[in-house]
C-alpha cells in the first residue's frame, strides 16, 4: 500500500456529515474513521459511538498529554480528533477526521497534503430542517446556521474542495472519486 492520506470531512451541523462519512468508511476497507471526542451532551437518539463521549477534565487531560491530532471549542463545547493508533489491524490505512474547518486548519499545518472536503446542504432551509430533524433545540439550530457561513468563507480560504450533500449514496460516489484522485496524485 501506498503511504497513508489524511482525509478531512468537514462542514456546518446539518449537512449529513456522520451519515456521509458512515457509508464511506464501509465503502472502502482502506478508511479507518477517527472517532472524536466531544464534551459535549449525547443528542436523545444519538449512538453512542457518534462520538467518545468525555467531560472536561477528561478532555483537558488528554490534550495536556499531546493526545490529539487537533482540537477546538465550538459553541461551548471541547471537540478533538485523537492521534490514530497504529497497528490495530496490522495494517496501515488512510485516515478519515470528521471535524470542524477550525480542526481542518490545525490538520493542515501539520499535514499538509490531506484532502480537505466541505460538505454542505443544498440550501439553508435544508439545513435547518436536518437540524431540526436531529433533535437540536431551536436556540442551536440558530446557531449553527449562523455559524456555517461564517465555516464556508474559512473552508473556502483554505482551499477545501465542496461538495453539496443532496443524496447520500451520490455523495458518498463524489468522495470515492475525490479519494481515489487524491491516492493516485499524493499517495505514492
Known amino acids: 500500500m501506498s503511504r497513508p492520506i489524511v482525509i478531512v470531512i468537514s462542514g456546518p451541523g446539518g449537512v ?5 462519512v458512515r457509508e464511506l468508511v464501509a465503502t ?43 482540537w477546538a471549542e465550538f459553541l461551548g463545547n471541547l471537540y478533538g480528533s485523537p492521534r490514530p493508533e497504529r497497528g490495530l489491524d496490522g495494517a496501515e ?10 480542526g481542518a ?23 435547518t430542517t436536518r437540524l431540526r430533524g436531529r433533535g437540536d433545540p431551536e436556540h442551536k439550530v440558530a446557531e449553527r446556521v449562523a455559524e456555517a457561513h461564517a465555516e464556508r468563507a474559512r473552508s473556502s480560504a483554505l482551499g477545501a474542495t465542496v461538495v453539496v450533500n443532496h443524496e447520500v449514496h451520490d455523495t458518498v460516489e463524489q468522495l ?3 479519494i481515489d484522485a487524491h491516492r493516485r496524485r499524493v499517495g505514492g
Not at 499538509?112 to 443544498?122: E, G, I, Q, R, W
Open 105 to 127: 486548519a490545525q490538520v493542515l499545518d501539520s499535514e499538509p497534503d490531506a484532502l480537505l472536503v466541505f460538505m454542505d446542504a443544498p440550501s439553508i432551509d435544508e439545513q
Open 176 to 178: 470515492v472519486a475525490l
Open 93 to 102: 490505512h488512510d485516515v478519515v477526521l470528521e471535524i470542524d474547518v477550525q
Open 28 to 70: 472502502d476497507p482502506r478508511l479507518w474513521l477517527s472517532r472524536s471526542w466531544t464534551t459535549r451532551d449525547q443528542r436523545p437518539g444519538e449512538p453512542d459511538d457518534a462520538y467518545e463521549f468525555v467531560t472536561r477534565d477528561e478532555f483537558e487531560s488528554h490534550v495536556a498529554s499531546g493526545g490529539f491530532l487537533e
Open 16 to 20: 449529513g456529515k456522520g451519515t456521509v
